[in-house]
């Protein structure tokens, strides 16, 4: 006969509210969000839930106007007064608070009764990234969350890239540059003028490609499977990461000495960079130049890096050279062309070519700015490691830029066993990592300002 009467209370902050106390016993008793119960975490704003004028639940919420973004945080109802419609509603009043239009953020707990995703989704949420159970959800442009998405699949400085959200973002990217491929009537376009470079008898995986043919309608008429000859080509993933964490806020141009493939100049042309590669193999700046002529500020030069001066400054230097004696490239006669790396007689003469290349481009570096290498070590004739890894560390710090990330890039076992077996015998363990090398030019300190936030993950 006698309805409760609800209300649902905002207030800009639980601490000062008078309800802080309220919040942390709650929240504790809960267990799940009990983070709520943190003076850190009661700086933020809350909708308190009353029935008939008694504290009875809450959420928070945190209004990021740095990043842009709209979070939901912690919930939690007493058990006698919950029900689902009362939960819908307060989290209805949160979401009303959002008078930015911010993408709005929540991550749901599989062990919680009250944050569901199918609530979410029913309020016009969707999920972004699965994890551990969680769904990372956003309601609002799925695009403002992928710096957030590359964020957790890379979090710590090992990178696995074998795990399914990195492989599915990469097949994508490929997706794009086959298309692109086939626009531009270029074979094979994630490995172009790659196939069979690889030199030892015991390389990557074969990797087994998909060629599609076009025929005079514009349709894919049929496809066929060619082997890539174990040739390395640059992941778009990693491409992604990189340009998205280290192109500044202010920033918009990249260079990229011994510039070789494809993927890291498609990648900045599709976010709208420009972009400035030198190549010394004719063959591979006019296959790249057709694969990114949809993109206007993108281009491959025909150049030797080691001696070749870029135009103007740039807010971004990467480079992925290629390993010592690893692989072979030639160019259109079947023949390396004079000075490319790989065709040097020593070690020394390699070294000497590729940091000479490297000087040229930090003098067109912008003052607090990153150099990012991507690279790994290879091993002379008797099984030792010529430490490339380590000389490129130390050039870097000779020339004053700090050594600021050392990413460990993780890629597929499997072959790795089956070398395993024969080279253990000769106490040699198989190389399944490369090494991505992040160092930096100016003020550190100065990092956190030029560079855009992450927001909360």
Known sequence: MFPDAIEYEYVESVIGSGYEGAVAELAVRDGIAKRAARKNMQIHSAIILKVDGQFSGFMTFQKNHECREFCLLQSVIRPEHYSDSRYRKMVEAVIHQNTDGYPALITTDPKSKFETTRLFEDLGFVTYLKMSGFHYMVRGPIDSVRMKLLA????????????????????????????????????????????????????????????????????????????????????????????????????????????????????????????????????????????????????????????????????????????????????????????????????????????????????????????????GDSRDKSGAYYCSEAETELFFKDRGLSVYNKIVYLECEFTRLAHAKKTLNYRKFPKREQKIIMAYRGDISAIRKEFPPVGRL
């Open 152 to 375: 957790h699949i890379t979090m710590t400085n090992v990178w696995n890239t074998v795990k399914g959200d990195w492989l599915r973002l990469k097949r994508e990217w490929n997706e794009r540059i086959e298309e692109a491929g086939m626009l531009s009537g270029i074979e094979n376009p994630t490995y172009a003028t790659r196939d069979g470079c690889w030199q030892g008898e015991n390389g990557y995986s074969n990797v087994v490609n998909t060629r599609r043919f076009i025929n005079s309608d514009g349709k894919v008429e049929a496809t066929t499977k060619a082997h890539n000859g174990n040739a390395s080509v640059l992941d778009p993933v990693a491409c992604e990461v990189i340009l998205r964490f280290f192109m500044p806020n202010a920033g918009g141009r990249i260079y990229n000495p011994f510039g070789g493939g494809v993927q890291f100049g498609f990648v900045a042309g599709h976010y709208g960079y420009e972009y400035v590669a030198s190549e010394i193999r004719a063959n591979q700046c006019d296959a790249n130049n057709k694969l990114c002529a949809r993109f206007n500020a993108v281009q491959w030069i025909k150049s030797d890096s080691s001696i070749y001066d870029p135009d103007g400054m740039f807010d971004l230097i990467f480079t992925c050279p290629p390993y010592y004696k690893v692989e072979r490239y030639v160019d259109y006669d079947g023949k390396p062309p004079d000075g490319e790396l790989n065709s040097t007689g020593t070690y020394d003469e390699f070294r000497a070519l590729l940091f000479s290349g490297y000087e040229r481009a930090i003098a067109h570096l912008n003052n607090n700015r990153f150099f990012v290498v991507m690279t």
